[in-house]
């Protein structure tokens, strides 16, 4: 590697540590209250110390649509959603609602024959392809004036798929050379389980490896991880940049074709299958568990919410989600009982989204709460950016309609001050509702593990375990009251905050970047929660049989 590479290489190290030195706060920093502690969590514990005590709610059902769940792992698999009314494994559909054997929820991306899809386009090249057959080798002078904005967009599409294609294409090489110098370091010094100090120790007349031994031995001390788990990131990111090139850009490769129905047909149901895991459901799990893994079982991590069952309904594959798809999970969940959706993902188009806002209609009708994570872009978003949304897009006679059953997310780190926002997360003083812990986050990971990660999607699903709480033992609030009450008790920070994506030293005051200008806080949803007269007059029996059933 030249000088030129070592920089660059250097370059990368440095983003490293930024993202993933981020991991020094407690396991549990996200349940931790800021009125006893340094770290602005959202008061789980003291939740159920001092006001749930041992008072029991009533059983939610919240429907995670995500890459899969592992039903199976010891966290989760005592709050995994059942499906009563369906034999497992006998080959037919039993409750006769269109899905064969659905035990703990569907699977959207496989077939009957129990293959499943891991890849899928984004939305971009999906349009850009749409848009290539039709201007594929035509030359701009023969394109009449009503196609000229299309022809635009079309060229404006190819521009941007490039660009990210080139990007994709150095970092891919740059993380592979940083991976591999860490291999010839690990056969050099010779030893399993490599510490800290075996690198600083480390000699080499090669200026390149002792230059990776340092920085390597930095990281290790920066994130408190093994070698073999530094390593094991850099490899995963050099895959990552090269899924960018193999699945996400690549018009060759066919996304849908295992699956094989027609994505742009939204009425068609009776694809799938009910392998709700899948073959990559990091992602979903790790969701899964912050919502609901098993509280007080003296396993790895606590969910935020006791008194759930976990549905899963696997929609989201590596790449971007199809918007039948999300329609048709969403449909799922309310025709099976959700009371709470939470939706880690999103994308920057959405050609289905008249499909998308029925489903989120339909979700409404039947009072359900929508919990949507803004998205990692660092920027603000709008409803022409950021999908899917609370806007619907046909419009009413005074403007726009908006689902008030929705919460918009964005993540807070556990630091304090000008960097309590999380750097990756988007804004907006009227798209976003509320923030929530979102930086090393501690959960369930497949095959009984566990794992810290950072984003908006691991933010949403704290609200959504708020939110299920509420559902639990305030069963008769309505959605609207629910999304109501978690904005109103959020804890509002006048304080100035780097502006996520911003120039050096930019900074903004925080409430500004959402609808509420808060962080949520249990604790102070549930104490305004017991002052709000409910909607659903069958349920407050209910919530007056949960509130004196202890003496506090």
């Avoid at 920027?379 to 059953?405: R, S």
Wanted: net charge negative; proline share 3%; glycine share 8%.
């Amino acid at each position: 590697m030249n000088k030129k590479g070592i920089w660059f290489f250097l370059v990368i190290v440095f983003c490293y540590c930024q993202v993933f030195g981020q991991l020094k706060p407690p396991k549990d920093w996200f349940h931790l209250d800021n009125a006893d502690s340094k770290y602005l969590g959202v008061a789980t514990e003291t939740l159920y110390k001092k006001i749930i005590k041992n008072r029991k709610g009533q059983s939610v059902v919240v429907a995670v649509i995500d890459s899969g769940v592992d039903y199976k792992h010891e966290d989760l698999d005592d709050v995994m959603w059942v499906n009563e009314d369906e034999i497992p494994d006998n080959g037919i559909d039993d409750d006769k609602n269109g899905y064969i054997d659905d035990i703990h929820g569907w699977n959207y991306l496989g077939n009957s024959k129990g293959e499943n899809a891991a890849h899928a386009h984004t939305e971009l090249l999906r349009l850009y392809m749409e848009y290539d057959k039709q201007f594929k080798d035509v030359k701009e002078s023969e394109i009449p004036k009503s196609n000229r904005e299309k022809y635009k967009r079309y060229l404006s599409f190819n521009e941007t798929i490039e660009q990210k294609k080139a990007e994709a294409t150095e970092n891919a090489f740059l993380y592979k050379t940083i991976g591999n110098a860490a291999d010839r370091l690990e056969k050099a010094i010779g030893k399993p389980n490599i510490t800290q100090e075996d690198l600083r120790n480390y000699k080499s007349d090669n200026p390149l490896l002792s230059q990776v031994a340092q920085v390597l031995a930095d990281i290790m001390a920066e994130v408190d991880g093994s070698f073999e788990d530094v390593k094991n990131d850099l490899i995963e990111g050099a895959e990552s940049f090269e899924n960018t090139l193999k699945y996400y850009f690549n018009p060759e490769f066919n996304a849908r074709g295992i699956i094989g129905d027609n994505p742009k047909d939204y009425n068609q149901l009776g694809y799938g299958n009910n392998n709700v895991k899948g073959p990559d459901s990091d992602h979903g799990t790790h969701v899964a568990g912050i919502i609901a893994a098993e509280r007080n079982n003296g396993l790895g991590m606590d969910g935020v919410a006791n008194n759930v069952k976990i549905m899963a309904l696997r929609a989201v594959p590596d790449g971007d989600e199809e918007d039948k798809d999300v329609a048709h999970a969403i449909r799922y969940a309310v025709d099976n009982g959700a009371q709470v959706i939470n939706m880690s993902f999103g994308k920057s188009f959405s050609p289905g989204k008249e499909a998308v806002d029925e489903a989120v209609k339909y979700a409404l009708k039947n009072d359900v709460v929508l919990v949507h994570g803004s998205g990692n872009e660092n920027e603000e978003i709008f409803t022409y950016n950021n999908y899917p949304n609370d806007e619907f897009a046909k419009k009413g006679l005074f403007g726009p309609k908006y689902a008030d059953n929705w919460i918009e997310v964005g993540a807070i780190s556990w630091k304090s001050g000008e960097d309590m926002v999380a750097e990756f997360s988007n804004y907006s003083a009227e798209h976003v509702d509320v923030f929530a812990p979102g930086v090393a986050i501690y959960s369930t990971k497949p095959e009984n593990d566990y794992q810290n990660l950072q984003g908006t999607s691991m933010a949403s699903p704290v609200v959504a375990g708020l939110a299920a709480m509420l559902r639990s033992y305030f069963p008769d609030l309505s959605a609207k009251q629910v999304r109501g009450i978690i904005l109103q008790s959020s804890v509002v920070q006048n304080q100035m905050v780097k502006l996520p994506g911003g120039e050096e030293g930019e900074k903004v005051l925080f409430r500004k970047l959402s609808v509420s200008g808060g962080v949520v806080n249990v604790v102070k949803a549930f104490e305004i929660a017991m002052s709000t007269k409910g909607k659903n007059k069958k349920n407050s029996a209910m919530r007056k049989k949960i509130w004196e059933s202890v003496t506090p």
